[in-house]
């Protein structure tokens, strides 16, 4: 697999690692801190992860299609928006 870095260009999936879903949101109860740490949906199709590029040390939201592996849309984690 080969993902776009938005500063090095298209790169090897051996120079990223992937760090989790990122849609996930903390929750602010201690109650629903297992839920939050323990329990993981298993979606089929596209899903927003995080990953960071250890060569230029950049943490990057990657749209990835669960089945076939392509990446969609590649952004960089500091460039998003509250909520999206």
Same mark, same amino acid.
């Given at each position: 697999m080969r993902l776009p870095c938005p500063y090095c260009g298209e790169r090897d999936s051996? !120079?990223?690692t992937y760090r989790g879903d990122a849609g996930l949101v903390?929750?602010?109860? !201690?109650e629903a801190m297992a839920d939050y740490v323990y329990l993981r949906d298993n979606p089929l199709g596209w899903h927003k992860e995080y990953w960071l590029h250890t060569v230029c040390r950049t943490w990057l939201v990657v749209e990835r299609h669960t089945q076939t592996h392509a990446p969609g849309?590649?952004?960089?984690?500091r460039?998003?928006?509250?909520g999206s």
């Open positions: 051996r !120079e990223f903390r929750p602010d109860t !201690e849309a590649v952004t960089a984690a460039s998003r928006r509250a």
